[in-house]
């Protein structure tokens, strides 16, 4: 069983950037795909982006795509959400996920993180 726990998080001003991590434990961290997803106050939880067991591939929600990139190092079973030119409307905690293939639909992942607040001033 893989254990997720994010870091990173803060309060960032408008038009600036974040790099969030995710550290996972256990040995099989190269065979689930990972994903990040956010919930603000009085929103259900959403996409953000997703990663293959690889790396070779990721997918955006369209909110975020050109600023947002997600990466994966599997040898040190840690990914990442580099976040740039961030806005208002990112603020969320944000989750890391763990599931055996990449799905935009958060009920489907079922190994989570306990997720870290990313709060944008405008």
């Known amino acids: 069983q893989v254990q997720l726990v994010e870091s990173g998080g803060g309060l960032v001003q408008a038009g600036g950037s974040l790099r969030l991590s995710c550290a996972a434990s256990?040995?099989?961290?190269?065979?689930?795909?990972m994903g990040w997803f956010r919930q603000a106050p009085g929103k259900e939880r959403e996409f953000v982006a997703a990663?293959?067991?690889?790396?070779?591939?990721?997918y955006y929600a369209d909110s975020v795509k050109g600023r947002f990139t997600i990466s994966r190092d599997n040898a040190r079973n840690t990914v990442y959400l580099q976040m740039n030119s961030l806005k208002p409307e990112d603020t969320a905690v944000y989750y890391c996920?763990?599931?055996?293939?990449?799905?935009?639909?958060?009920?489907?992942?079922?190994?989570w993180g306990q997720g870290t607040q990313v709060t944008v001033s405008s």
């Open positions: 256990g040995r099989t961290f190269s065979s689930y795909a």
């Open positions: 996920a763990a599931h055996r293939e990449v799905a935009t639909t958060p009920t489907l992942w079922g190994l």
């Open positions: 990663i293959t067991k690889s790396g070779a591939r990721s």
